[in-house]
């Protein structure tokens, strides 16, 4: 019964810590069902993510600090958007005054309710890293991982090699999290699989409700292929490295 008690308690601090992206889901849903007045449906979600995202931090539930991170991750979102966009991957075929080459603004958000995501569970969950990598490995690591998902239009695709140099490089690392008083552990190369995979089931939903449409998706919606997992757990992966760079440096600020 304690294990499905901690498993219960488990499930209920993700649930909390995706907050922003449930919001983001229930706006993409309540806007496809019930068009809203004076603004297309993309400028709306735009509007409701400022205000979330406003409310996030004015609530105490980000700190600044992480506001930061998330906004980073939202340009990067963005760029990898604008890119993606431009090269067919997918479209926005809606109209939009919040459009930018075809890409609407609250798509930004998307990425960086990722990033909110970690911060959330970080601090929930009172997350702790054993063994992490050197600095000068983790940085050169994330940018080539970032910088493939646009040369490999271009270029060999070179996603399984960073697979496995990801699991070279955090061959020995270890997430500690604490649930209910008890600590637990998980190699970090299982979590960045598990949350890229959760993030497939959420990306199906999102397509369900028009977040954006892939090529096959045009006639109707059908199931995003599950070789995107690989793509979403990469990228997952660039956005764990911001959050834990930021949280390492943090702790080792002095106190004033």
Known sequence: ???????VRFGWEQALSCLFPVVIFASLAITQIIPLPLLPRYDWLLIICLLMQWWMVRSGLETRDELKVITLFHLIGLALELFKVHMGSWSYPD????????VPLYSGFMYASVASYLCQAW?????????????????PLAAAIYLNFFTHHFWVDIRWWLSALVIIVFWK???????????????????????????????NIATFFG??????????????????????????????????TLKQVKRKLPVE
Do not use: C
């Open 1 to 7: 019964m304690r294990g499905i008690t901690q498993l």
């Open 95 to 102: 109209e939009g005054y919040s459009k930018i080459f075809g």
């Open 123 to 139: 601090r929930r969950l009172d997350v702790d890293l054993v063994k992490w990598p050197p600095f000068i490995a983790v940085v």
């Open 173 to 203: 690392s270890w997430v500690i999290y604490e649930i209910n008083g008890t600590r637990y552990r998980m190699p970090i190369a299982l979590s960045f699989v598990l949350i890229g995979f959760f993030i497939w089931i959420a990306e």
């Open 211 to 244: 977040a954006w449409e892939y090529p096959n998706q045009t006639d109707s919606w059908s199931l995003v292929h599950l070789g995107k997992v690989s793509s979403w757990l990469l990228l997952v992966i660039v956005s764990f490295l911001i959050v834990a």
